[in-house]
């Protein structure tokens, strides 16, 4: 028997666990299952339930709960021994204070990238040019630690020629693409904040891109999500630095919501086929 608690895939059975912590009554479903398959928007106690009740889940989220937030990517970009701009991690301003001579030597030259540690597709992520600015940011973030909310990163800045490189990972599925900032006032290349989406990707870009991602998938596990790579400007044969793994993440670039949806529900046909059951319970 196979059970899909995604909304849009059909199994053998089905079940939905949106908006409510997982019960006994999902771990005798998962318990009684041979195979597992969870949403995009699967929450660490789902997870960690199907994990303990059957020994086939997917997609995999091993890397996302162990490795949180943008500072467990970077250390999971360094235990994997991947690329990525050079990096410094903090845990909250007060580390960072006592880490720069309380915030006159910060770790790079100007500008650098700050990453807060929560937030995704660039809502979070910001170019700062100056002394000034990095210390307006501090206050900002230790305002914002009094609610909970702490950790953060800060990054060399890489020029890149105003792209990013987007590689979507939908099971053995791999669409890659640039995104754009045609206006060189902007640091952003996300889509939502004026960015263009460039199927037009040099063939040895591609392929190196290509297999970094398949190193950090085959290392992490990772089944479904979309990293992002940045290639220098700096350098004659630039080689992928990865920034960032997004567990959610845009459609325009794969086509849409009914070309995402046909890629994932023949990820996880092929999955069910892997792991030797019958996938002609799984259907959209």
């Known amino acids: 028997m196979i059970v899909s608690y995604h909304p849009c895939i059909v199994a053998d059975r089905n079940a939905l666990c949106a908006g409510r912590l997982p019960d006994e009554t999902d771990r005798q479903i998962m318990a009684e299952a041979d ?6 928007g699967c929450s660490k106690p789902l997870y960690e339930t199907a994990k303990s009740a059957c020994s086939h889940v997917w997609p ?3 890397a996302r709960f162990t490795y949180p937030g943008k500072t467990g990517q970077t250390r999971l970009f360094q235990s994997v021994g991947l690329p990525h701009p050079d990096t410094e991690v903090y ?14 030597r910060p770790p790079f030259s100007f500008p650098m990238v700050l990453k807060l540690d929560w937030g995704g597709e660039g ?6 040019d100056d002394l000034a600015a990095l210390h307006r940011w501090m206050d900002h973030m230790a305002r914002w630690e009094k609610t909970g909310q702490s950790g953060f990163l800060l990054q060399r800045y890489v020029p890149c020629r105003n792209r990013t490189l987007r590689v979507a990972v939908i099971g053995l599925h791999r669409i890659v693409y640039w995104r754009r900032q045609s206006d060189p006032d902007k640091f952003h290349a996300n889509l ?7 199927v037009d990707v040099e063939p040895d870009i591609r392929d190196a891109a290509l297999e970094a991602i398949e190193r950090l998938c085959s290392a992490a596990r990772i089944h479904l999500a979309g990293v992002d790579l940045l290639f220098s400007e700096e ?3 630039p080689f992928p630095l990865f920034l960032e793994i997004n567990y959610f993440f845009g459609r325009k670039g794969l086509g849409g919501s009914e070309a995402y949806y ?12 892997s792991i030797g059951l019958d996938d002609a319970a799984i259907r959209a």
Do not use: M
């Open 91 to 104: 845990a909250g301003t007060a580390e960072y204070l006592a880490r720069t001579d309380n915030g006159s």
């Open 192 to 198: 939502d904040k004026g960015g263009v989406i460039d």
């Open 262 to 273: 046909r890629l994932l529900l023949e990820a996880a046909r092929h999955w069910v086929r």
């Open 123 to 128: 809502e979070t992520v910001f170019r700062i």
């Open 235 to 237: 350098e004659k044969d």
């Open 60 to 62: 995999c989220y091993d």
């Open 35 to 40: 195979a597992v398959i969870l949403p995009q």
